[in-house]
């Protein structure tokens, strides 16, 4: 019989929903993997640790965040676009970990890093203020309505990215779930943490040109589905707050 899992390991498990594997990596893959992952890797910190993502990005200007990267098409464009600052990517799913860390090596990129678990353990982790951009692009829908509670972009993880985002920081979020874009317009937009930076529709039904496409997206679009992009401004906190 294996040993009982601890409070933590359960805990730990309960976040993250979905599947965490899917067609068997190929020997190379596996080798990428194992090797990347033993040279650029973060550790899910453990309850009640801390972790300074400045000392894992020495010398650089501003540390950024991407939340369940997919493939990586976007992260390692940030990365490769800016490379005076340090990107940490969060993807619990196997194969795309895989490929985002064989991009990495094929593109020499020595500013970015990954977690192969839950972004929510990172940021609980993370000191006040560490972070000047983050980005949520795509994530799980999970359009059943018992299923909601579940969503990445809902009131506890707001609140927990506010703590972590300078004054002025940007979060960008994205969807093409006709369920979801009206939920992120009320549970991102409305809080009281961050600053909608819309003027008028063009700003979130057009990808600034920072923001470059992914695979992801242009299957929503032949699907005929419309994506919806946010950006949104982390608010300037009150004296004391």
Known sequence: MSDPESPEQAARRRTIYGRRKGKKLRPGQEEILERTLRERAIAAPAEGERLDPVTLFPGKRAIWLEVGFGAGEHLLWQAENNPDVGLIGCEPFVNGLARGMAGAEQRGLDNVRFLADDARL?????PDASLERVFVL???????????????????TLDLLARVMTDGAELRCATDDPSYQPW??????????FEWLA???ADWKARPADWPQT????????????PMFLRLKRRHRTAGA
């Open 199 to 201: 003027e008028s529709a």
């Open 138 to 156: 795509f994530p799980d829908p999970w359009p059943k309505t018992r299923h909601h509670k579940r969503r990445f972009v809902a009131q506890p």
């Open 122 to 126: 990172l940021i609980r982790a993370l």
């Open 184 to 193: 992120m317009v009320e549970h991102a937009c409305q809080h009281p943490d």
């Open 215 to 226: 695979r992801y997206e242009r299957k929503a679009i032949v699907h005929g589905r419309v």
